[in-house]
């Protein structure tokens, strides 16, 4: 067992920080928004944002290594540079047309998404089609050189502001239920498209419904062959669980949560003196330390091709639920003050002195909610771990639609 | 960055793993549990053949120079087939010579320890749940010891006491000093034994450079090993309760169809498999994080012990009737969840500790 990331390493991230000290922050009173770009384009030609697109599509092609990818954002962090735009086409589309796009779909789509000209929403969820989703029932039709699509997607983060939507649409009606999907690509911007935010119950509204009304987009704007957008779909998938760091957050929710125990009184006294705040509080650590050592184990299983086992399959609902209990402890230490509205401003910044605001830990005590449903059920991911970890027998009715 | 164990530390688990599955199988291990005394001589000696009773210590008194981590990975397997063997205690005391022992005392005390001819324990515990250092109150007078220690592991067939002494300082008593009295006690972990000694004006060598910082160090190794231990029994009570899932019929199909029972099991697993992780960390921390090991051997305690003892409820729930019976298996396992959660102090005990140690 060796914990130090090594030589190689360490002189890497001086150069990361020797970049990072010289680019940023910009220089004050320039436009913001081409400060930005001009970083991104920089950090991208020193190798340091993404990584995984070839140079031809505005990549930075690197040679995947877990090791310095996971310095690249500690040392961003912690200078709090910006990394590559987040959102759901860099993480998910970009990744997917990489590995099953026409040369065409790379080169118009790929490069504009990364440097964050294109903005992207997710067609997967439908109002009948939740965890068993591969029942969608969106139809696509090819009329002459268009696909024709009618149908109504739901849960789409950004589908106000994206651009695009790439989507999983039924076109061979007849084929068996996963054989039957193509995934789409199709332009937000025109007639047909009808786009209406959801409230959440913290009062703010990340997602929206999208209803397709005879919605077109060109024949060749399929990703991947007909019938095959349920395997293309998991390609994504994948790509989204290679999206580690989760540990981090629950690290950082802790701290939050023990400056929280600090700032706040409980019975006339600090709520960090309560023994049963205490308590809790080390045996939150407790989950939280297993957490992120568990994330150590599996970088190195990754660096040496060897597969993690069933801990891999936790990754998602372990953090949920540590989402659940830093925010339980929140609402015992708030007292009283957990009767406050959610704070507008969604998930809190543990940076910064805020971290005794009501407001923005009531949000986590219900956004925490969402983190647990959004991206597969906590209940999905048990019947994943029971399934394909102990390799007990599929849900009788899952197996029987699947037919 | 290699958080992994080496191939050398995996072989050590397997030799372990296949010497006990030939050498105490179920049913010489449910002879063991039903056996008024509960220890077998030969079984251990078999083990300190492999070099069991001195992973841990100096080479030239005959260990085998390893650290702490491969302690822990040995309590871990130990742990998942529930051995009843005195590896804890026996660990335990011999690290308290290196740590508290003139180097005379340890050339003199060491070597018949490692190769498992002697068979020594610790007295630490006194009346109250008095576990640690700090509240020990035994004091030597004139080259004596007198007073009581509770929950001595294998106390019965131990040769030497590591007695924990009145600020931090350790002592070893001879079983067959003077006024050394051992009172057999009727724990329900019968695969780890355990006995009240008392000492009436007994001989007592004070190991020469013990102190608080030794003892420590001893209480943290003994931390991480009960981790390590925990883990090994609940990963074991997940693997037992998925293959009665896998077995066990009802309604004509096996009981693992059915989705309440799956989400259980899956529960028991997300609760414990990350747990992995804590405990090979608390144990590197032993050896390489001297700042941070004190309280991340409190916190992989009280984690790793509380998870165990809420696995062995959920593993007996899953078997069903035959889980509440003496001749059901996991029994054995929810009885050792008792031993690791008490001893050296319960959970409760380790996280009011975390929080001190935090500055809370």
Known sequence: MDLSYGEEIESFREEVKSFLSSNWPPAEGGDKAEQLQAFRLKATDAGYLNRGVPKQYGGSEQAPDSLKGSVIGEEFRRARAPMEPAGIGTMMLVPTLLDRGEEWQKEKFVRATIQGELGWCQGYSEPGSGSDLASLKTKGELVGDEWVINGQKIWTSSAVEADYMFCLVRTEPEAKKHAGISYLLIDMKQPGIDVRPLKQMTGSSEFNEVFLNDVRTPKDWIVGNRGEGWLVSRTTLKHERAGIGAAGQSVALLQGLVALARERKLNGRPAIEDTEIRRKLAELEGYVRAHQYSSYLQMTKDLKGENPGVIQLMTKINSTNMGHMVAKLAMEILGDDGLAAPSSEGLMSLRGGDAGSAGRWISQYMSSLGVAIAGGTANVQRNVIAERGFGLPRDAAANKSSK | ?360
């Open chain 2, 1 to 360: 960055m290699d958080f992994d164990l080496s191939d050398e530390q995996r072989l050590l688990q397997e030799t372990v793993q296949q010497f006990l599955e030939n050498e105490c199988p179920m049913a010489r291990l449910r002879e063991l549990f039903d056996d008024e005394t509960g220890y077998d001589a030969v079984l251990w000696k078999g083990l300190a053949e492999l070099g069991l009773a001195g992973i841990h210590l100096p080479g030239e008194y005959g260990g085998s120079e390893l650290e702490i981590l491969d302690l822990a990975v040995v309590s871990e397997t130990l742990g998942a087939l529930a051995a009843p063997v005195p590896f804890l205690s026996h660990s335990l005391a011999t690290e308290a010579i290196v740590a508290g022992g003139s180097e005379a005392q340890q050339a003199r005390l060491l070597p018949d320890c490692a190769s498992g001819e002697r068979l020594a324990t610790v007295a630490f515990a006194e009346e109250g749940g008095a576990w640690l250092p700090e509240q020990w109150t035994l004091d030597v007078s004139e080259g004596t010891v007198s007073g009581t220690k509770e929950i001595v592991e294998f106390g019965e067939q131990a040769d030497a006491f590591v007695v924990g002494l009145a600020g931090g300082r350790l002592g070893v008593v001879e079983r067959s000093a003077s006024g050394v009295e051992i009172q057999r006690v009727e724990g329900a972990d019968r695969t780890r034994r355990i006995a009240r000694v008392s000492f009436d004006a007994s001989p007592i060598e004070v190991l020469e450079r013990s102190g608080p910082e030794s003892a420590a160090r001893v209480v943290d190794v003994g931390l991480v090993l009960l981790a390590a231990d925990a883990f090994g029994g609940a990963r074991r009570l997940v693997d037992m309760s998925v293959e009665y899932a896998k077995s066990r019929e009802q309604f004509g199909v096996t009981i693992g169809h059915f989705q309440a029972l799956k989400h259980q099991l899956a529960n028991m697993a997300i609760e414990i498999e990350p747990a992995r992780a804590l405990y090979w960390y608390a144990a590197h921390a032993v050896d390489h994080v001297a700042d941070d090991a004190t309280r991340t051997a409190a916190i992989a305690k009280s984690h790793v012990c509380d998870r165990y003892s809420q696995i062995a409820r959920d593993a007996t729930e899953a078997h069903g009737g035959i889980g509440y019976t003496w001749e059901g298996d996991t029994q054995i396992w929810f009885k050792r969840a008792m031993f690791d959660r008490v001893f050296l102090g319960t959970p409760r005990v380790h996280q009011d500790r975390a929080a001190e140690l935090a500055g809370w």
